[in-house]
């Protein structure tokens, strides 16, 4: 059964930063595209980051750029986002997803399974 874990959010005050896993099972996350989505209410969900198998080439929004980074430790099967100099319009809740096909690009991925969200909070 093909799941995904997220978790590491929690309360911080803007500067502060925090680290989220995704933590994979039933598959073998460096032949899968992994993206980050952030969901804030009255907002449509938003593609933070995202990581490509393989090369393990990236994508940010531009509001992230600069401040986080996303990684993959293929031992642990975990993707991380190390979110830094965090800001309260960081606020939401955080999501990772996957294509169920392998090696496929961040802009034509097609997200079909998700974990469950990890809060992360924000405040000034």
């Known amino acids: 059964d093909v799941q995904l874990q997220a978790f590491g959010g929690g309360l911080v005050q803007a500067w502060e930063s925090l680290r989220l896993s995704c933590a994979a099972s039933g598959l073998v996350l460096d032949d899968y595209v992994i993206g980050w989505f952030r969901q804030t209410p009255g907002k449509e969900r938003e593609a933070v980051s995202c990581i490509v198998a393989g090369d393990g080439a990236t994508y940010y929004s531009d509001s992230a750029k600069g401040r986080f980074t996303i990684s993959r430790d293929n031992a642990k099967n975990t993707v991380y986002l190390q979110m830094n100099s965090l800001k309260p319009e960081d606020t939401g809740v955080y999501y990772c997803?996957?294509?169920?096909?392998?090696?496929?690009?961040?802009?034509?991925?097609?997200?079909?399974?998700w974990g469950q969200g990890t809060q992360v909070t924000v405040s000034s």
């Open positions: 997803a996957t294509d169920v096909r392998t090696y496929t690009a961040c802009a034509r991925a097609d997200f079909g399974v």
